[in-house]
């Protein structure tokens, strides 16, 4: 880790999408949201790649109703009755398994299984899929 990097680097809300935890290093701004122009992948891999403290803690609290997604994405999900529905999942728990997207969703915490084909926003979510 470069010592100096670090010295020079502050955390910002970012100015373009206004997500916090950008990062700004001399004029760079690194900014977590992948739909943002200043999208950092290098950053984001750093943050995705960063150890969670009190990771045991946020699994018993999971299930109460107050889980709150670290990185949320939004999946629109329309099921095979037609019926819209849209699920603030965290980006974190994503996991594709065949023609499934698996994921944890607010406000429970509980994780869901997709199918893709009725994910309005597929191409959206699949950028966030790790492994792709
Ligand atoms: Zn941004």
Known sequence: MNILKVLFTTVVVCPECRTKSAKKYFSKISCLNHRCSKFDQQYYLENQAAPRKHGEETVYKKFDGSFEPEKVVVIRYRNYQGDDREFRADANSLQMKKN?????????????????????????????LPNK
């Open 100 to 128: 499934h997207v698996s994921v944890c969703v607010a406000p429970t915490g509980e994780r869901l299984t997709l199918s893709r084909d009725y994910i309005q926003n597929i191409t959206e979510v699949e950028r966030l």
